[in-house]
């Protein structure tokens, strides 16, 4: 979907932002670009709706050389989020997610009835359509941004640190939120950030960059991690680079039975068997329950292997889709598929 060939940008003060960047975004892909500061990551994605101008190479989209293309038009074409959301004070919500359609004609009845269609598929209520972007939490600003990025149908969502001015709380449910929308729209994605965690965690393919816009890697998340190109790559990944391939691996086949029975602890569940907390059976009756976290086959080993430790019995306690007890996992066997998963990643990449 998205073809840099040959790309520099130079700055008239002399600072080369990119140097000679040729990379591939995959149409319904997430290209997580990623490094530190002045590595020309956002340079990078401002050149692809042309708020930025590349000084030489090519850039296409959809096939097309974005020179070739009004500027305007090429932007209204492009879904674009901003930490922050960038959203107009003075406009109702409606009318923040109805910018860009109206700016491409449509009836304003028609892109009334838009945005409002967007405001569920992000996860506001209908009611907040008719309040202004004081009244909205952080959190919420920004699904309003990613909901007027969305107004127009876009084929390519471009997202500048979406999620940075949020806490981590908000954060992690506005990436499940991307996640879950990317599921349904399969948009192609250019997403920067300088969070390697959280590049993990949303991108397909993760880009690299260095001081003076050059390209390291660009790799899927699992070879990234296994086999990263240089001594720099592996610095910026972190020495736990290790344990962030488990949050590639979920926990689906890893084998789990009943509650134990004996023991010091015990599994406290409600009538309907959701789980409570964990029991000290030595404490008697006026024991205080400690918090459990039960998980789904659907969450990594990395939060099972954070469980298993957490946990005062060593034992993660499994549930099903509807929050149900379905069983327990014991430590030593989420420790023998980490072990599994890290040799298989590292023999893949």
């Known amino acids: ?174 990436q499940d939120e991307l996640l879950r929308l990317q599921k349904e729209l399969n948009k192609t994605i250019v997403f920067v950030t300088h969070d390697i965690d959280e590049a993990v965690r949303l991108g397909d393919r993760i880009a690299v960059f260095r001081t003076g816009g050059h390209l390291v890697q660009c790799a899927p998340p699992e070879e990234l991690l296994a086999r990263p190109a240089d001594p720099f790559v592996a610095d910026f990944l972190g020495a736990e680079r290790g344990l962030k391939l488990l949050s590639l691996s979920t926990l689906a086949g890893v084998p789990q039975g009943p509650a134990p029975a004996g023991g010091r602890w015990e599994l406290a569940v409600d009538a309907s068997g959701v789980p409570l907390g964990w029991r000290d059976k030595d404490a008697g009756d006026t024991a205080t329950l400690l918090p459990v976290r039960p998980l789904r086959d659907t969450d990594s080993l990395l939060s099972a292997l954070n469980e298993s430790v957490a946990s005062p019995a060593g034992l993660v306690a499994r549930v099903d889709a509807d929050g149900i007890l379905t069983g327990v996992t014991a430590r030593e066997e989420i420790h023998d598929r980490a072990g599994t998963a890290h040799s298989t990643a590292r023999a893949a990449a």
Request: aromatic share 4%; hydrophobic share 40%.
């Open 1 to 174: 979907m998205i073809n840099f060939e040959a790309v520099n940008k130079r700055f008239p003060n002399g600072t080369t932002a990119v140097h000679d960047l040729s990379l591939e975004m995959e149409q319904g892909g997430v290209t997580v670009l990623v490094g530190s500061s002045g590595c020309g990551k956002t340079t990078t994605l401002r050149m692809i709706n042309r708020m930025v101008e590349p000084t030489s190479g090519t850039i296409r989209v959809g096939g097309k050389d974005v020179l070739s293309q009004d500027a305007a038009e090429l932007r209204r074409s492009i879904g674009y989020v901003i930490q922050q959301a960038g959203l107009f004070p003075h406009r109702t919500i409606i009318d923040n997610i109805a910018t860009v359609p109206l700016l491409l004609g449509w009836g304003r009845k028609k892109a009334r009835s838009r945005a409002a269609e967007l405001l569920e598929t992000v996860g506001l209520p209908a009611d907040s359509g008719r309040r202004y972007p004081h009244q909205l939490s952080g959190g919420q600003q920004q699904r309003v941004g990613v909901a007027r990025a969305l107004a127009a149908d876009p084929p390519v969502l471009l997202m500048d640190e979406p999620f940075g001015a949020v806490d981590p709380v908000v954060r992690t449910q506005l």
